[in-house]
């Protein structure tokens, strides 16, 4: 099934390309905009900016071609938001267990073997993903990876796959925030 989404990403590359275009565009006119800036009480800090690609890596779920949507997604970010990083969030697969559990730990090893691969080790995943043209791909897919469970290391668990989701949402959105803890994570960061 992994082989499959790739496929599929190829099949699609270009209304993808042309969506995360569009989104980028999107981003950049809202932020531009000095005086709804202002307004929000922001500041713009180009360097700031950043992507992310939410996948997991359970199967069913496009895992497959995650790594070719970050490298699109690097790519494209370069050529319109400087200093932009790319950054993955990754759901492990216990919260779609009920699915299958041998599968999706099995499409888990090979989504994070492949990561591994292409991050760790700087294997050329891509060239391109259409005939004639070639882009200056990044040698890594992801700035950052964050790994997201429904367990953690006190063998606590949700009671639903769902609460990661929003988990996740509460992360980006506290990322914006002038917090204590916001404004400690970005300047580790």
């Known amino acids: 099934i992994r082989s499959l989404s790739r496929l599929y990403f190829f099949d699609k590359y270009q209304a993808l390309k042309s969506m995360i275009e569009g989104k980028i565009s999107a981003l950049l006119a ?28 359970a199967g069913g779920t496009g895992a497959g071609s995650f790594l070719d949507m970050g490298y699109l997604a690097k790519w494209l970010a370069r050529k ?24 999706t730990e099995a499409n888990t090893y090979g989504a994070l073997m492949e990561l591994e691969t292409c991050i760790g080790q700087g294997i050329k995943f891509v ?37 990661v989701f929003d988990m996740v949402a509460d992360i980006l959105f506290e990322d914006f925030t002038s917090a204590e803890f916001a404004n400690r994570k970005r300047s580790i960061a």
């Open 80 to 103: 319109q938001l400087l200093g932009a990083k790319v950054d993955l969030a990754l759901m492990l697969p216990s919260g779609y267990s009920g699915h299958g559990k041998s599968r």
């Open 127 to 163: 060239k391109s993903w259409k005939d004639g043209e070639d882009p200056e791909l990044s040698p890594k897919p992801y700035d950052e990876v964050f790994l997201f469970d429904t367990g953690n290391l006190a063998l606590k668990k949700t009671a639903k796959a769902t609460d």
């Open 30 to 57: 809202g932020v531009s905009s000095k005086s709804k800036t202002e307004r929000l009480g922001l500041e713009l800090e180009p360097a700031s900016l950043r992507v992310v690609v939410i996948a997991s890596t």
